[in-house]
């Protein structure tokens, strides 16, 4: 099956850092998205991203699927970032709806 | 108030026991999927259903079970020949397709 690894496993970050996340994937994609985990286990959809680049707010997201890979950048950023950062794929060869998840990237951001 | 609703929060569950967790939605989305997230890990995906009265095995589909007799519920029971079911439970829905999905708030379950 398709591999979905996210870099940095862990990032501290202080208040108001810019920060970039990374999310490679072993196979052609024709779906991707970014989801955060608060600390309560909450997951919320951030971006469906399968190509090219999206803003929503202090978050953006490009998805370079020639290359395999997305990344996630926050900017400016705030302790309510804090939580787990989820990169989830779809296999093009797969039927539709059967995301893979990468480990996730947990970030910290202090004050 | 709308959304996906999942029940218990918590659950325990004794050896050789059958436990059944919920999940309902009111966004009249067709598909519903289930996933097992453990401490530290990405989410796995358990059974997944497209439509009413049809569901696909997952990854890690062995030990579980579902059903899914009305658009807008799909109940997972987590059975005694899963042997190692503590975990942290999640329901997603979304419209089908490669369409964004939504998730709810989780079930925890933990083994006595």
Known sequence: ?111 | DGGITQSPKYLFRKEGQNVTLSCEQNLNHDAMYWYRQDPGQGLRLIYYSQIVNDFQKGDIAEGYSVSREKKESFPLTVTSAQKNPTAFYLCATNRGGRETQYFGPGTRLLVL
């Open chain 1, 1 to 111: 099956g398709i591999q979905v690894e996210q870099s940095p496993p862990d990032l501290i970050l202080q208040e108001g850092a810019n920060s970039t996340l990374r999310c490679n994937f072993s196979d052609s994609v024709n779906n991707l998205q970014w989801f955060h985990q608060n600390p309560w286990g909450q997951l919320i959809n951030l971006f469906y991203i399968p190509s090219g680049t999206k803003q929503n707010g202090r978050l953006s997201a490009t998805t370079v699927a020639t290359e395999r890979y997305s990344l996630l950048y926050i900017s400016s950023s705030q302790t309510t970032d804090s939580g787990v950062y989820f990169c989830a794929v779809e296999q093009t060869t797969d039927s539709w709806g059967k995301l893979q998840f990468g480990a996730g990237t947990q970030v910290v951001v202090t004050p």
